[in-house]
């Protein structure tokens, strides 16, 4: 488990276009779905420790905004050759335990990852209904070696500014979390 922060990619920038399988439904998702609506963009993984901690908190703060018109998408861009847990159908399994409201992707190519520029999980991203990126971060200050309660303080902090029309704060802190699993190019 590497703790690494997630890159801090510029605010503003434009959403990057994907269509991935869903590994619950088993019909692929388009971000064309996400037009004139905020978003929340989530990378993460079965298997991290730091993704366990939340997943409680990311399961209620999607059902509170859910309501108030915010889609939230999950995406898993691990290796599932060296990290089977991560594994499409694991996902689905992990998705109907939990009761995930979202839509979990599978980035098997790690395209979108890069597109993204993620690098660990859990790493968040909120965009507004113009598709433009307002927040990048973390959820909250919990981490699995820290006795801290998970709350989801930055996250929605940032989904209600940007709900009522807000400029966000600049102040934004990077996500900590397990690097994801990039493939090995073969040779």
């Not at 018109?69 to 898993?76: D, K, L, R």
């Not at 594994?87 to 109907?96: D, I």
């Not at 979108?112 to 990126?133: N, S």
């Amino acid at each position: 488990m590497a703790r690494t922060p997630s890159n801090m990619i510029p605010l503003g920038i434009e959403l990057p276009e994907f269509k991935l399988p869903d590994t619950v439904s088993g019909s692929e998702f388009s971000s064309d779905k996400l037009k004139g609506v905020v978003s929340v963009i989530m990378f993460i993984c079965n298997h991290c420790p730091y993704v366990k901690l939340v997943n409680d908190e990311l399961v209620k703060l999607a059902n509170d905004y859910i309501k108030r018109g915010v889609a939230f998408v999950a995406i898993s861009s691990n290796d599932v050759v060296n990290y089977p847990e991560d594994s499409p159908e694991k996902m689905k399994q992990t998705a109907v335990e939990l009761n995930y409201p979202f839509p979990y992707l599978y980035d098997e190519s790690q395209e979108v990852a890069k597109r993204f520029d993620a690098a660990c999980t859990p790493d968040f991203y909120v965009f507004d209904k113009d598709q433009r990126l307002v927040y990048r971060g973390q959820l909250d200050d919990a981490r699995p070696s820290l006795n801290i309660p998970v709350t989801g303080r930055d996250l929605r902090e940032a989904l209600e500014n940007v709900l009522s029309g807000k400029a966000g704060s600049e102040l934004q802190r990077p996500s900590i979390g397990c690097n994801i699993k990039w493939k090995v190019p073969q040779e």
